[in-house]
């Protein structure tokens, strides 16, 4: 199972990118046949998603007062081949109105199709290496 792990931090993404890498650890440690990569918008812009089985995106927003998408992250996700229908996961750092944030950027995933299984508020790194250890990738029951 191939997993993109997708940031965009406009500038102050130290906080995200910390947390994305937590969250791609996290997930690596699900098994063998797990391959996580982590791409930053910023960097990554022409990059395609069509091959990825999961998507993990997050986001800190331009403005805190009136979280929105970076135009950024919304083109990116246009243009980054066929992603309707996959399975995703949303997060956004913990800080003011990061609900809103998360929520915004959840309606923009839904907008290009994604099927959104979960999204969180993430307050630190070991935070989110928990959760990426605790994502359900597989559309296969867990056996525990």
């Given at each position: 199972m191939r997993v993109a792990v997708v940031f965009y931090g406009s500038g102050r993404s130290d906080q995200l990118k910390d947390l994305a890498r937590a969250l791609a650890r996290g997930i690596e440690r699900q098994g063998v046949q797990v391959q996580v990569d982590l791409l930053d918008v910023a960097v990554d812009r022409e990059k395609k998603l069509t091959l990825y089985?999961?998507?993990?995106?997050?986001?800190?927003?331009?403005?805190?007062?009136?979280?929105?998408?970076?135009?950024?992250?919304?083109?990116?996700?246009?243009?980054?081949?066929?992603?309707?229908?996959?399975?995703?996961?949303?997060f956004v750092p913990k800080r003011m109105f990061a609900a809103k944030a998360?929520?915004?950027?959840?309606?923009?995933?839904?907008?290009?199709?994604?099927?959104?299984?979960?999204?969180?508020?993430?307050?630190?790194?070991?935070?989110?290496?928990y959760l990426g250890e605790h994502l359900h990738l597989s559309t296969r029951p867990r056996e525990e």
């Open positions: 089985d999961y998507l993990v995106v997050g986001m800190v927003s331009e403005t805190l007062f009136r979280p929105k998408v970076p135009g950024a992250l919304k083109e990116f996700l246009a243009r980054a081949g066929q992603i309707a229908g996959k399975r995703a996961f949303a998360l929520l915004k950027l959840m309606a923009a995933m839904e907008h290009e199709g994604l099927y959104l299984k979960n999204s969180a508020v993430i307050s630190s790194p070991a935070e989110a290496e």
